[in-house]
């Protein structure tokens, strides 16, 4: 079996940056996502550097069924992921009671439950290689979000069931890692509906920059990797106001 890193959500944004460092860095790859045109196009330009040109699979991982099929489709190409970067994600902007219910429950699909599955499925070929997980949260993780609630919650998953596997795996030789971007500039936005405050230019890094962040965290073994030091400064000052207060302060987003 050959070893690869498998990276959900590389068709785009920070996902797409990912890729490009692992494949930098010498790791052979298979790039998942729902739009096989931009996975092959970024399979091309990776080759083009001079990399083994990653394979491209095509996947909707809100579907039930997407993680048992694109691990039969790895074994039956003889591949076995060493490094699963969970990366694909989406948010959505606006009051739960107003939003779509079943759009916010394709996002805990996606999100949580993909993640979860594609985090444990491959737990046996992570441990014979000593590999990882790199399980890609945001700061959204860190606090609640009215105005963004199911997405902030979706996160706060995201970080505290990477945290405890994390402490779980170590005994096995597998690195896990969460990482918690603040504001990229992506199609999460438009997707979301979401609007960064002019604010948040003050902490906002490329998505290269937090694919190299990211990239760095999981190979010195890090259990949580906030992206960038104005993040960082934000993340602590939030761990001493208390919810009551932070919530009174936030406004809802439209
Ligand atoms: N941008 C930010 O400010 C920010 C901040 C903190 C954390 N994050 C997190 O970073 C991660 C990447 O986000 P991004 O900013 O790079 O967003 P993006 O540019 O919208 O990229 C999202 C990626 O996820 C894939 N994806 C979406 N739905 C999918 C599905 N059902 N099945 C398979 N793949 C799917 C998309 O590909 P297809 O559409 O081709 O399927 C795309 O490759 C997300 O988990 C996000 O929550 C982002």
Not at 159 to 174: K, M, P, Y
Not at 206 to 213: G, K, R
Request: aromatic share 4%; with cysteine.
């Amino acid at each position: 079996m050959k070893a690869i890193t498998l990276i959900t959500g590389a068709s785009a944004g920070i996902g797409a940056e990912l890729a490009r460092v692992f494949a930098k860095n010498g790791h052979e790859l298979v790039l998942v996502a729902r739009r096989q045109d931009r996975l092959d196009a970024l399979a091309d330009a990776i080759a083009a550097t001079g990399r083994p040109r990653p394979a491209v699979l095509t996947a909707d991982l809100e579907r039930r069924d997407a993680v048992a099929n694109l691990a039969a489709e790895l074994s039956s190409r003889g591949l076995e992921p060493v490094i699963v970067v969970n990366n694909a994600g989406f948010g959505l902007s606006g009051a739960a009671a107003a939003l779509d219910r079943a759009e916010q429950l394709a996002m805990i699909d996606l999100n949580i439950r993909a993640l979860t599955e594609l985090s444990l499925v491959f737990i046996d070929s992570l441990a014979r290689h000593r590999g990882g997980i790199l399980n890609v949260a945001s700061i959204a993780a860190f606090l609640p979000g009215p105005g963004m609630a199911v997405y902030y919650a979706s996160k706060a998953y995201v970080l505290s069931f990477t945290e405890a596997l994390h402490r779980e795996l170590s005994g096995r030789g597998i690195k896990v890692t969460a990482l918690c971007p603040g504001p990229v500039q992506t199609e999460f936005q438009a997707r979301s509906g979401m609007r960064l405050p002019p604010i948040a230019r003050i902490v906002e890094l490329s998505a290269q920059e937090v694919a190299q962040i990211g990239y760095r965290g999981l190979m010195r073994g890090k259990r949580v990797v906030v992206a960038g030091i104005g993040n960082k400064i934000a993340v602590t000052l939030l761990h001493l106001i208390p919810n009551a207060v932070l919530l009174a302060s936030l406004q809802n987003r439209r």
